[in-house]
Every structure is written in C-alpha cells, then in structure tokens.
C-alpha cells in the first residue's frame, strides 16, 4: 500500500477519475518570418483573455472562499504580466521561428530547471503557479479547456500527477471527494484552495 502527505482530514471513497496533463505536448509549428508578428499579437491576444479570466476568478474566490485563497489568483495575475516570462516567450518566437504553445512550454522547462536547484521546499512549490499561468495561456491559444468536465453527480477520486491551483477552485461545484497527486505538498497553492473547499 502506498503512503503519502495528508493534506486534509478524514477518508474519501469514490471511482478513480484520472485528469490529463494540462501541458501535453504537441509537435512545434515553424513559422514562416511573415506569420512572426501575427504569432507574437496571438500570444498578447491570449495574456489578455487569461488576465480577464483571472480577475473573474478574484473576484468569485473572495467572496466564496476568502481573501487567503484569492491572494493566490491574485499572485497569478501578476505571473502573467511578469516582463522576463514574457520577453522570454516573445524572444523564442521571434528568434526560433516557433508557435507561442510551444515557445511557453521551452519557457517552462527552463523555469523547471532553474527551480530544481532550490533547496527552499516553499520557493519549489511555486513552480506550480508558473505552470498554472503556463497552461492557463496554452488552453487559450489552442481554445482548449485546461480541465476536463466531469459528468454525473457520482463522487469521484482525482489522480494525477499534479493539481494546479486553477483547477482546485473548480472542485466546489464538481462531485470531488478528494484529490491524490504525485507531486505537492502541504504549502502548495493548490492544497491550500482543496483545505479551504473541504476536499
């Protein structure tokens, strides 16, 4: 039998539902240097559709789970705009000829790496919003959902590998009875949003 961290007390029962990678892979566009500039205004197109969604998100998380939650989307927002993250996806654009999916994924391994070699468990743990902001932006240029639905009202087990904190909130209006991943740990944005729902 497998152990692990409990993040929240008591015991859940429920049918396994296994969440996709948020980040799957796809194979890289190679653009042409005329499409360049379309590329670069489809990925500020895409910041600004997360921006919104992340304000809508503040805004629903203050008021249904508290300001302790909300901080985190909050903390999130900022992550969109950061100028290194931004000028690194824009670089790698311009500079590789690549589609702005693929450019943010190069992005975040490099974030991957860099965060690796951080002994401070706490700062590791903020790997996860980077990823969360990451895929949030993906979704949008590929106008794909970042979670999938779940159907039925059964009370359902999440596995994956990892939760990001964008898909927690979502789990107060689905039939989740817990959430068991591979990776996390009790400070993890995304532990601290399941605590505060319940899950």
């Given amino acids: 039998m497998k152990k692990g961290i409990a993040i929240s007390p008591g015991v859940a029962v429920g049918r396994a539902f296994r969440l996709d ?9 190679l653009l042409e240097a005329s499409a ?8 500020d197109h895409a910041c600004d559709a997360v ?6 998100i503040v805004q629903r998380v203050t008021a249904e789970i508290g300001e302790e939650a909300a901080a985190i989307f909050r903390a999130h927002r900022q992550l969109l705009r950061d100028p290194a993250l931004v000028a690194k996806v824009k670089g790698l654009i311009l500079n590789r000829r ?5 450019a ?8 991957n790496i860099l965060f690796a070699r951080i002994p401070d468990e706490y700062l590791r743990e903020r790997m996860a919003d980077i990823r ?6 993906i979704a949008q240029l590929t106008m794909q959902a970042s979670v999938q639905e779940l159907e039925g009202s059964e009370p359902v087990v999440l596995v994956a590998s990892e939760i990001l904190p964008s898909q927690s909130v979502m789990y107060d209006r689905l039939p ?3 959430i068991v991943t591979e990776t996390g740990g009790t400070t993890g944005h995304a532990a601290i949003v399941a605590r505060a729902l319940g899950i």
């Fill in 21 to 29: 990678e948020v980040l799957a892979r796809s194979a890289p566009s």
């Fill in 36 to 43: 360049l500039s379309a590329e670069i205004s489809r990925f």
């Fill in 51 to 56: 921006a919104s969604e992340l304000d809508q």
């Fill in 98 to 102: 690549i589609d702005a999916a693929t």
């Fill in 104 to 111: 943010l994924r190069e992005a975040l391994n490099e974030y």
């Fill in 132 to 137: 969360d902001v990451v895929g949030r932006i």
């Fill in 176 to 178: 989740v009875a817990a």
